[in-house]
């Protein structure tokens, strides 16, 4: 069980350069999370998706899309890099339990350099 | 605007002792309370839940919850040098989960 997987571990772009950070979980969890986080702020929602098919704007979404590939896939990508985005990226899943919570693993993270 | 409130620290405190991290929240109406652990370097690793007013234990981890005062809290006994490390709150479960931006912890040796 790898839990949550993200590529690339290390991104450096230039401004107005385009990526993919790709995301995938083995754990079946329906629904799934990019959040980013930078120094002494904490993580912030970009997107999530509920489950497969649906994808919803979180806290911070401009400048970001996100495509749900399937059950195990959510990918972020970025059209045009700004140095604003040079962040850590955490993609993360969740399954709410009966009678319980809807607790979030995250994967390992991207971290990402605008120049 | 929902928020988050830690102290950031660096909290510092001997091995063996006990840590307190602490957490204050806005909404009243959270249903749902995290603990994550999270190394320089690395992502944010749970340590815990609670929901319930009290308090929970997990080995060395206890944490209580008030939701009257909006506040909920870690305590960490025998604490080790490996604890040192960021400890971030959460608040809401699932999509609705507001993060704090984390105390830094430190175990002196």
């Known amino acids: 069980n790898a839990g949550v997987t993200q590529t690339p571990k290390f991104q450096v772009l230039k401004t107005g350069q385009s990526m993919t950070l790709q995301c995938a979980q083995d754990m079946n969890h329906n629904s799934m999370y990019w959040y980013r986080q930078d120094p002494g702020m904490g993580l912030r929602l970009i997107y999530y998706s509920a489950s497969e098919g649906t994808t919803d704007k979180g806290e911070v979404p401009n400048g970001y899309n996100v495509s749900r590939l399937n059950k195990r896939e959510f990918s972020l990508r970025l059209e045009s890099a700004a140095p604003s985005q040079t962040s850590v990226y955490f993609c993360a899943s969740s399954e709410r339990r009966k009678g319980g919570t809807d607790t979030q693993y995250f994967g390992p993270g991207t971290r990402l350099t605008v120049l | 605007q929902k928020e988050v409130e830690q102290n950031s620290g660096p909290l510092s405190v001997p091995e063996g002792a006990i840590a307190s991290l602490n957490c204050t929240y806005s909404?009243?109406?959270?249903?749902?309370f995290f603990w994550y652990r999270q190394y320089s370097g690395k992502s944010p690793e749970l340590i815990m839940f609670i929901y319930s007013n009290g308090d929970k234990e997990d080995g060395r981890f206890t944490a209580q919850l008030n939701k009257a005062s909006q506040y909920v809290s870690l305590l960490i006994r025998d604490s080790q040098p490996s604890d040192s490390a960021t400890y971030l709150c959460a608040v809401g479960g699932g999509f609705k989960t507001i993060f704090g931006a984390g105390t830094r912890l430190f175990v002196k040796a």
């Open positions: 909404d009243r109406g959270s249903q749902s």
